[in-house]
């Protein structure tokens, strides 16, 4: 009872330390804000890679088939954390950011023969950003105005997930999630000139719905000591049934007196289609390495569009802002033997990294692409109670550039820790 209360203390925590974004990047300003790869302490020391990953002593909830994998007598809870550090450059001019945030919770334990339970926290996608420009009128008086632009928000999905091993290396698996969250953007217009009238607009949306994600894996033994598991994953694209707002206000310099227009979109949001797939080598239970691929049908996703055609306001949903994002990681894991007395032996050494396309059209023209490469330890924490806890730890670089955008280079530092307890062991007292 002790152990269940702790869990739902801590669920509690992490339900607040959600609310805060954890992010500072002007593309957050783009549609539903920077994206998330949903991946936990393990997956992220290979950067995320996960399709085909099948160990049962982490969870993946990358994959819901791998949840059949998980013993009978554990329980496993993990919890991670971040802390970033972002380089901006643009024209020749640099600046920093700094960020902490918390990343996940999630879990997993056997419910019957063959089949094993997922649920977790995770983040969808985060949005912070405080930013302005100053540009010419080109009038004769010199006017300037300047644009400020600020955004904060994000969301978050809870799941619950199954997984179920039909026959002997053949499993499949559904996570269903309750993803809701919301997000405030403005621009706030301001001139040099007093006597010049000022447009801002503020975008809001609080969402409320819901997120399904199949998978499957098939677990090919080669010999007692190699094998090879492939795995697929698909999310269902779906509505989000929320209705964007947009409130334009047009203030008067000289009288101060303000005109308020709102605009709503009705069920505006969208979710795209995912599909993913990828496969895990292997090798005396030592070697891991693996490839997965993802692909996100952004491209079929509309989104809404605050725009004056030939003097008629309107806020419509609209085509035209997303490509399709794609997504190749490669990665692996070494552990000389994780049942030897020697510390070191034990260790599990990580590494990976990763290729994204642009997705985002800004102005017209492709958003930043994305490289990425990690490296990672997974260290034995022993007490006299336990010996199969672990220690996440691992560095992250993301770099995102366009031309005559804006770069980011990100450096990560991930922590997690994972609780692998014996929870459903019966004792036996003589």
Not at 23 to 43: E, H, R
């Amino acid at each position: 009872m002790k152990k269940l209360l702790s869990t739902a203390v801590l669920l509690a925590f992490c339900f607040h330390a959600f609310a805060q974004s954890g992010i500072n990047s002007p593309y957050s300003q783009y549609g539903l804000g920077s994206l998330s790869d949903q991946a936990t302490g393990f997956n992220v020391g290979m950067n995320g890679l996960g399709q085909g990953s099948r160990e049962g002593y982490q969870v993946n909830s990358l994959n819901p088939a791998s949840y059949s994998s998980i013993d009978s007598l554990t329980f496993i809870f993990d919890v991670g954390m971040s802390g970033q550090l972002t380089n901006f450059e643009e024209n020749g001019r640099r600046k920093n950011a700094k960020n902490a945030s918390f990343d996940y919770v999630i879990g997993s334990f056997r419910a019957f023969k063959n089949v094993g339970m997922g649920f977790g926290l995770l983040p969808y996608s985060r949005l912070g950003y405080s930013f302005q420009g100053t540009y010419d009128v080109n009038d004769a008086n010199s006017t300037t105005y300047t644009n400020s632009y600020t955004g904060e928000g994000g969301f978050r999905e809870v799941f619950l997930g199954i997984g179920w091993q039909i026959f002997k290396g053949f499993s499949v698996g559904v996570n269903g999630g309750y993803l809701w969250g919301d997000y405030n953007k403005s621009i706030v217009n301001s001139y040099s000139d007093q006597y010049v009238n000022t447009l801002s607009k503020y975008y809001s949306v609080h969402v409320n719905s819901y997120k399904v994600d199949f998978g499957t894996q098939i677990s090919i033994p080669f010999s007692k000591k190699d094998r090879l598991t492939i795995g697929a994953t698909y999310g269902l694209g779906n509505k989000l049934g929320a209705d964007p707002e947009c409130k334009v206000i047009s203030t008067n310099s000289q009288t101060t007196v303000s005109d308020t227009a709102s605009y709503l979109v009705e069920n505006g949001l969208t979710l795209p289609v995912t599909i993913g797939g990828g496969l895990m080598f292997t090798h005396q239970d030592k070697w891991r390495v693996g490839a997965d691929v993802m692909l996100q049908k952004w491209a079929d996703v509309s989104f809404p569009e605050y725009a004056v055609v030939n003097g008629s306001p309107s806020y419509i949903a609209k085509e035209g802002y997303f490509k399709d994002r794609k997504k190749l990681t490669v990665g692996g894991e070494f552990c000389a033997n994780k049942n030897s007395r020697k510390f070191l032996e034990r260790v599990r050494f990580r590494a990976g990294a990763s290729y994204t396309t642009p997705y985002l059209i800004i102005n017209g023209q492709d958003g930043p692409k994305e490289i990425s490469v990690s490296a990672g330890v997974g260290i034995p924490v022993i007490n006299v109670w336990n010996n199969r806890c672990i220690l996440n730890v691992s560095g992250q670089w993301v770099r995102m550039d366009a031309a005559n955008l804006i770069k980011e280079n990100t450096f990560r530092i991930n922590i997690g820790i994972t609780f692998n307890e014996r929870w459903f062991m019966k004792w036996k007292v003589e």
